[in-house]
């Protein structure tokens, strides 16, 4: 096979509407090589409307593509299907079609082939778990072979995300074979699937033909001929294949065992979730705001997340760096327990029944590694600053853990006093769903009624750009100060890497086989 020799995206730039990308110089590809990745689960089929799930994205983000990526390092939205695009006018945004771009069944991709693909993978009618994402519903049409508009319903301001998080399938595969939904994945992405053993592995190949060999604005390079997706629930496992040479990378595994067992060879990388306490508005006690800072100031987070957590960073909101939105002026949550017992003896001397009204701390099973571990740990703290009248229980996942969850729209019960410990996954990478939900007067999550709150969110969802994330991180400072959810940490991944290779983990979580490079 000859070398390929393509470019690698490092930042992009705004201008009169239209995203234009600045890169470095080329990147000589090694052929020959082949890799093997010890994976933590299988994608349950090849269906492109699933790959924006997490599971799935791992294998199906080598095959497939969409019209938009994202930059590794600044999380920006960057070229791939499209090379351009603008928003037209409030419902509607017009993206250019890269030229010469080849689908692994030898179709070509042109504005009406994608109109027609998207529109099938969003089609109410079919019903595929991406429509789960949510936003307002969409057409898709093709002005020419070149120019595809995408008409909203409603201003969406979270458009380009969700065409981020969208890969385009060949239409011509979906019209003509329908029956092998799921099961054949003919995408334009650097790699093809070769070989599906159910249970077992996948094997993706070289796409020769891939629009990235010579191209000044793609974003990686391959340096395999072929990959091999293990697919290894257990993280022993993952390690051992990894440590017995059979895999270069194992993704997925738990901090504390990642490190001692596999020392430099354990990497870290971010996560788009966060960890959180809830907590019940209407409870006489937890409605004090003096107990909910002496709370926050119980709890050691820097001990707790490398302890507990293996390395997980402390957090100031309930969504992380990579989101739109993310406030990072905001001071650290501090520990400090004379100045929790001190606000606590304060309420109580205020009246606050703090010691005559039971508080109750749960969090589900499994929720999230090591979360009985911290909630038995901020429960001993609690009992050291004079907040004594708690107990605490790990629910299993059904019934007993929705009752945590489900209100109509905030706890009613005041007898309740619930502290509830769990995590929240912000997919879009933006903070404005999360406060939809979490933080408006109306919100399915919402425990307390701020409406300031909704207001600027109000005012935050019709922006964009530099704008919507001052907007947002506004918003995000109120949330720090009311403290009805108290954030704990964000989440770290870790995986276990060869010395035959290297990787720079991307802001947006992902792991993609371009950006795993031969040393």
């Not at 159910?198 to 391959?222: H, M, P, V």
């Not at 109509?408 to 006093?417: F, Q």
């Not at 425990?447 to 969110?457: F, H, M, Q, S």
């Amino acid at each position: 096979m000859p070398t390929k020799s393509i470019l690698k995206s490092s930042g992009v730039a705004l201008s009169c509407c239209f995203l234009t990308a600045a890169f470095i110089g080329p990147v000589t590809a090694i052929a020959g090589e082949t890799i093997s990745v010890a994976a933590l689960v299988e994608p349950p089929s090849l269906d492109v409307a699933n790959a924006y799930n997490a599971n799935s994205r791992t294998v199906l983000g080598n095959v497939f593509e969409g019209l938009v990526g994202r930059d590794g390092v600044t999380n920006e939205f960057v070229p791939e299907l499209a090379t351009s695009w603008r928003q037209i006018d409030d419902n509607s945004w017009e993206f250019t079609i890269r030229e010469g771009v080849q689908f692994h069944d030898g179709s070509v991709l042109d504005a009406a082939g994608a109109a027609e693909a998207l529109a099938w993978v969003w089609s109410k009618e079919n019903g595929f778990q991406i429509r789960a994402l949510g936003g307002p519903e969409m057409t898709f049409e093709a002005n020419g072979d070149t120019t595809l508009v995408v008409r909203t319903e409603a201003p969406d301001p979270l458009l380009l995300t969700r065409m981020w998080q969208t890969y385009i399938p060949s239409a011509d595969h979906i019209r003509n074979h329908p029956e092998e939904w799921g099961q054949v994945a003919v995408g334009t992405g650097p790699y093809k699937v070769k070989d599906w053993t159910r249970g077992t592995s996948i094997t993706l190949e070289d796409n020769e033909n891939w629009w990235g060999y010579g191209a000044n604005d793609a974003y990686g390079e391959i340096q395999y001929e072929e990959a091999t997706f293990l697919f290894r629930p257990e993280a022993s496992s993952r390690i051992a294949t990894l440590q017995a040479g059979e895999v270069d990378f194992a993704e997925r595994l738990p901090g504390e065992l990642c490190k001692a067992t596999l020392s430099e060879h354990c990497i870290q990388s971010p996560d788009t979730t966060s960890t959180y306490f809830r907590l019940d508005s209407t409870n006489p006690v937890l409605g004090d705001k003096r107990i909910r800072q002496a709370l926050s100031l119980a709890i050691d987070r820097e001990t707790i997340g490398e302890v507990l957590l293996g390395g997980a960073a402390t957090a100031t909101m309930i969504v992380g760096p990579a989101a739109t939105g993310y406030n990072p002026e905001l001071p650290p949550l501090a520990f400090d327990m004379d100045k929790a017992k001190a606000l606590v003896a304060e309420a109580k001397a205020d009246g606050v029944p703090v010691d005559s009204t039971p508080l109750k701390m749960a969090t589900m099973s499994g929720g999230f590694i090591g979360n009985a571990e911290v909630m038995e740990v901020v429960l001993e703290s609690l009992k050291q600053i004079g907040i004594t009248n708690v107990t605490a229980e790990v629910l299993e996942r059904g019934p007993a853990w929705k009752d945590v969850f489900i209100h109509a729209p905030r706890p009613t019960d005041p007898a309740r006093g619930l502290i509830a410990l769990h995590k929240h996954t912000n997919d879009p990478y933006d903070f404005a769903s999360t406060v939809g939900a979490f933080y408006t007067c109306e919100g399915r999550l919402s425990v307390a009624c701020n409406p300031e709150i909704d207001k600027r969110l109000a005012a935050a969802v019709t922006l964009t750009g530099p704008e919507r994330q001052a907007a947002l991180a506004e918003i995000g400072q109120i949330t720090y100060e009311d403290l009805w959810y108290v954030p704990l940490h964000h989440e770290v991944r870790f995986h276990g890497i060869s010395d035959r290779v290297e990787f720079n983990p991307p802001l947006h979580a992902g792991v993609r086989l371009t950006d795993i490079k031969l040393k």
